[in-house]
């Protein structure tokens, strides 16, 4: 039988059993071999990018994050981003111990365990495609979804394409794994993870979804950030709620199973509703909006070049030329390079701005802009415009006034543009302008949903009244707050830093320096007279008042400018030249152009509140002019100190002028056109003011000082054919006054800010009387008093 079974060899020779597997194993051996030594060539051949793309050890060392730019305040608030992607970064110390529980126990359970592929996971994975068990669950681990959302996948049609993908993602995954801790992956993770609604990262999820931070998010609230991660658009909270808080409950039961979590603890979170407190992400809303556009632009300005500006624009390039020499932080963007040698890009660079906004007294401003214009002055003008012909413009303009009006409005629209350049004709443009149309118009009551044409959309957009306000620290030069309009969604243009108006008498301050420079003092008396002036051409012109009140007499310098009397501002005038006035108010930081004509002191000239508020300030400052500043310091994303504010200041004038024009502003809130403060707002401590209204009442002006806080507001319409009609209404006492009054009304109130009511410094060695005689005898009839002169051009 054995020699039956034995088998032999070539030579007739008996072959043992070693010999007889020997070949075999040979064969199975040299297979083996060669298939890992195919695997690793085929590795290698990953890991190189043959097959495709794969990043280089420096794009793993530093994997580029498109990190939004944050904006704060000087209170430690964040009122805003410039972002591609919404994304802010956030460190591991930062993230809710919920979050990282709850990842690793839906997503990874291993993840502290394995090298960045799962073995594990991947036979449980092999084992459902054999079996059809779909709850065996995918393979991916945390470091290969990483590598995904680093890495974005291509886009393939070939089956083995998507083979040698696969491959890849787990080649970067082990990369990954081998240059960062399991802590940096697990941060790496919630910073890029996109949870849709423009919330990239989970510091932005958690600020868009619950209103929070990321280290103070619940675990039902954490559960459901973490179960977006399966398909964010399938598992999204505002489209697809009861499927989100399924897919939330099956985290929080995922945390149970690896006891992360309590059956108790489960049972009672499970009926917890989402509890959504949706942030809408939209850079028309929100805190400021007009002060972030103005830094948006400002830092990323180019270097002006004339070419550039349209040929009626020669001020604002002469303003932006003047900013790009001496503001280092307009055009800051295009001005500095990183360090390899790009430029900074605010959108996706991760800059932190610490600006000089106070986010309480910012609130303040808005609510005192909306709280005047919305529940007063609107009212009142709608009431007078009801009766008029073409309201809200005045009577005093034609039907064709008013259609040029909005045919010049049309023609400025963007619709217009759009349609203008897709060829239609004018006839046609115009017809599409006069159709009705779905749209969603601006009421104080908030939006609204109506029918309307373009046109006529455009005609009750006029009608709403605007207002430009803005507050500083004279001493700092640190803007404390900036409303550039009433609703930045609906009227964009900004009436701080970007309009121009004029400014009526508040341009009176500056030829009553001039005065006080001379040697003259606040009850000096002069002849309340007209003044005549020979104009270059040899034609007189003569100033006029509103008022009879004191025609004749001797009257006081400070009587003149607490109530805007114009043959008091001629007669100064006289004794200096306009272009003197036009030199101070320069450098008292006003750039726009002042004609030096006799009618100077009328305000004619259109200036900016940005100007008027850096101006005033210098009265409050000693003389020093300081010009405002809205950035403290730039960092980068890791806290690097990239820039920092250093103020930009020059003397004007010494501290005795810079008194007495404090005393002089003072007279016009205890005896003048800003009177009101007093017996209306309660406001008795010492303030300084100037009321300002401009021809038809198109203007209204207020500049208000006190010892910690400069504020200028203007107020007036889109156009300046919409007015009111009469001094009463139309006077910056009644349209301006009120916005600063309640403004600090709610900032005295606020014993957190610490800003007191104490009096203005007096320098030493000004023995000059300030309490004039004539004070006692003026007339106690407040409308008198009040009737601001208004400006004849």
């Known amino acids: 039988m054995s020699e039956r079974n034995t088998e032999f060899n070539s030579d007739n020779e008996p072959i043992s059993k070693i010999q007889m597997f020997k070949k075999p194993l040979i064969i199975f051996w040299s297979v083996f071999s060669i298939c890992i030594l195919i695997a690793v060539l085929f590795f290698a051949g990953v890991s190189n990018g043959t097959f495709g793309f794969m990043p280089s050890f420096e794009e793993l060392e530093n994997p580029k994050n498109s990190l939004a730019t944050e904006v704060y305040t000087v209170d430690g608030n964040l009122i805003g981003k410039f972002y591609f992607e919404n994304r802010s970064f956030v460190e591991y110390s930062e993230l809710s111990p919920f979050l990282v529980d709850a990842l690793i126990a839906t997503e990874d359970v291993r993840f502290n365990d394995h090298s960045g592929i799962d073995v594990r996971g991947l036979g449980r994975v092999a084992k459902g495609l054999i079996t059809g068990d779909r709850s065996a669950g995918g393979g991916s681990t945390i470091s290969q979804q990483l590598a995904k959302m680093l890495f974005p996948r291509e886009s393939f049609e070939k089956k083995m394409e998507i083979v040698f993908r696969k491959f890849r993602e787990w080649v970067i995954a082990v990369k990954l794994e081998r240059s960062y801790t399991k802590e940096e992956i697990m941060t790496m993770y919630f910073n890029k993870f996109d949870f849709l609604n423009l919330a990239v990262g989970v510091k932005s999820a958690a600020n868009v979804y619950f209103n929070t931070t990321p280290d103070s998010l619940k675990i039902e609230q954490a559960a459901m950030l973490v179960g977006m991660a399966k398909n964010p658009s399938y598992f999204n909270p505002l489209r697809r709620p009861e499927l989100t808080l399924n897919r939330r409950n099956v985290v929080l039961s ?63 390039f002469v303003k932006d030329s003047i900013e790009w020499e001496t503001n280092p932080f307009y055009g800051w963007c295009n001005k500095n390079v990183k360090a390899d040698g790009t430029p900074y890009n605010i959108y996706k660079d991760g800059l932190k701005i610490y600006t000089t906004l106070d986010s309480r007294m910012q609130r303040y401003a808005e609510e005192a802009v909306v709280e005047h214009l ?15 012909k073409y309201p809200p413009f005045s009577d005093d303009l034609s039907k064709e006034d008013v259609d040029q009006n909005i045919e010049t409005s049309m023609r400025r629209s963007e619709r217009y543009r759009v349609l203008k350049k897709n060829g239609m004709s004018l006839d046609s443009i115009r017809l599409v302008f006069k159709n009705p149309v779905k749209m969603r118009i601006f009421t104080w009551k908030g939006e609204r949903d109506t029918i309307m044409s373009p046109n006529d959309s455009m ?14 620290e004279p001493q700092t030069g640190e803007v404390r707050a900036y409303v550039g309009g009433p609703n930045y969604e609906h009227f964009m243009y900004d009436m701080v830093n970007v309009g121009k ?17 001379e040697g003259l003092g606040p009850c000096d008396r002069v002849p309340n007279i007209p003044q005549t002036f020979i104009l270059p051409d040899g034609t007189p012109w003569t100033s006029k008042n509103s008022t009879d009140a004191r025609n004749g007499e001797m009257v006081t310098l400070k009587w003149g400018l607490a109530n805007s009397v114009n043959y008091i501002s001629a007669w100064v005038l006289k004794q200096t030249t306009p272009e003197s006035v036009v030199k101070m108010a320069h450098e008292m930081g006003v750039i726009s152009e002042i004609d030096p004509v006799p009618s100077i002191f009328l305000g004619t000239s259109e200036i900016t509140v940005y100007e008027m508020v850096g101006a005033y300030s210098t009265f409050v400052n000693k003389g020093v002019y300081i010009k405002p500043s809205f950035i403290t310091k730039i960092e980068d994303h890791k806290g690097n100190v990239l820039a920092q504010s250093v103020p930009r200041k020059h003397e004007v004038m010494d501290e005795r002028t810079a008194y007495l024009m404090t005393n002089l502003l003072q007279g016009v809130v205890q005896r003048g056109t800003g009177v009101r403060l007093r017996y209306k707002y309660g406001l008795i401590n010492p303030i300084g003011g100037k009321t300002g209204t401009t021809q038809n009442h198109s203007d209204g002006w207020f500049m208000g000082i006190t010892p910690e806080l400069v504020s200028g507001v203007w107020v007036g319409a889109e156009d300046r054919s919409v007015h009111f009609e009469g001094i009463s209404l139309g006077q910056g006492a009644n349209m301006a006054l009120p916005i600063w009054a309640l403004y600090m009304q709610k900032v005295y109130a606020d014993k957190s800010l610490g800003i007191t009511q104490g009096d203005f410094e007096k320098p030493r ?29």
């Open 254 to 316: 995922q945390m149970v199973r690896y006891d992360y979590l309590s059956k108790m603890e489960f049972d009672s979170l499970k009926n917890l509703p989402l509890g959504i407190d949706f942030q809408k992400v939209d850079h028309k809303r929100g805190m400021a909006p007009y002060f972030r556009e103005y830094l948006r632009t400002s830092l990323t300005a180019n270097e002006p070049s004339r070419d550039r500006y349209p040929s009626y624009a020669d001020q604002q």
């Open 374 to 388: 919305g529940s007063d002055l609107q009212k009142a003008f709608n009431r007078e415009k009801e009766n008029h």
């Open 459 to 472: 005609l009750y957009m006029k009608g709403f009244l605007r207002a430009g306000f803005m507050s500083m």
């Open 501 to 517: 108006r004029q400014v009526g008498s508040t341009i009176k301050p500056f030829l009553y320096t001039l005065a006080m420079q």
């Open 765 to 793: 060695g000004v023995s000059i009387n300030l309490d004039c005689d004539d004070e006692s005898n003026e007339s106690n009839n407040k409308e008198l008093i009040e009737s601001e002169n208004e400006d004849f051009f």
